[in-house]
């Protein structure tokens, strides 16, 4: 029999909370393992329970969801993160990428969605509510929701030397900014040109320029 998926959930509303409990439920692929109405309270659910994904409202009380996204990607918990928000912002939605977020969904979202990113997430990739995509694209860079997925499946190394990569760094400079070689520099290149389906000499450089204010 396959093993649940564990879930702590954190969100203040009490009601919207109990709400998303019985969601899951019905699904009958997870087990919520704690819940929280607090940010504080959730990390601290989180390390004593090592669920398999971390559902985080943005808008918490003593700590945000990103905060806590945060912090468990710092101490390496290994819980995924799901960042649950009202906001359609593209600068919080590139910070909880960068934090490590594996899914951004919408409050408003139905409750299917929410369901399939929960379950996409568990599988390894990556979730984006397909409502954001509009929301989400610089008017100077009109990214289809395509690319905006692709970005999310970089880790956030792969996206830090993007960035350095529409500065037109190279890649000694960009491994002197960011301390590392400049071989480790290439390997992130060649993962990030796999991860986008970019193929030849300057298509991660004509990439990187043409989104840049997604990156930055």
Do not use: W
Request: overall charge neutral; proline content about 3%; aromatic content about 4%.
């Amino acid at each position: 029999m396959t093993e649940p998926i564990t879930v702590v959930i954190a969100e203040d509303h009490p009601v919207f909370r109990q709400g998303l409990t019985e969601v899951l439920g019905a699904d009958g692929t997870f087990r919520i393992v704690g819940q929280a109405g607090d940010g504080e309270a959730a990390l601290d659910l989180v390390r004593r329970l090592r669920p398999r994904i971390a559902l985080l409202d943005v808008d918490m009380p003593k700590a945000s969801g990103l905060v806590v996204a945060e912090a468990i990607g710092r101490e390496e918990l290994g819980a995924a993160v799901v960042i649950l928000t009202m906001y359609k912002d593209a600068r919080m939605f590139r910070r909880a990428l960068d934090i490590g977020a594996r899914g951004y969904v919408l409050k408003d979202s139905a409750a299917t969605e929410i369901v399939a990113c929960l379950h996409m997430v568990a599988s390894g990739r990556a979730y984006i509510s397909a409502a954001l995509s509009s929301e989400l694209l610089d008017r100077r860079a009109a990214a289809p929701l395509s690319e905006l997925g692709a970005l999310a499946e970089l880790t956030a190394a792969e996206r830090r030397v993007l960035r350095f990569i529409a500065q037109d760094r190279t890649s000694t400079g960009i491994a002197q900014e960011l301390g590392i070689s400049p071989k480790t520099v290439e390997n992130h290149r060649s993962h990030i040109c796999r991860k986008l389906g970019l193929h030849g000499p300057q298509a991660l450089l004509r990439f990187a320029l043409g989104h840049k204010s997604l990156l930055e």
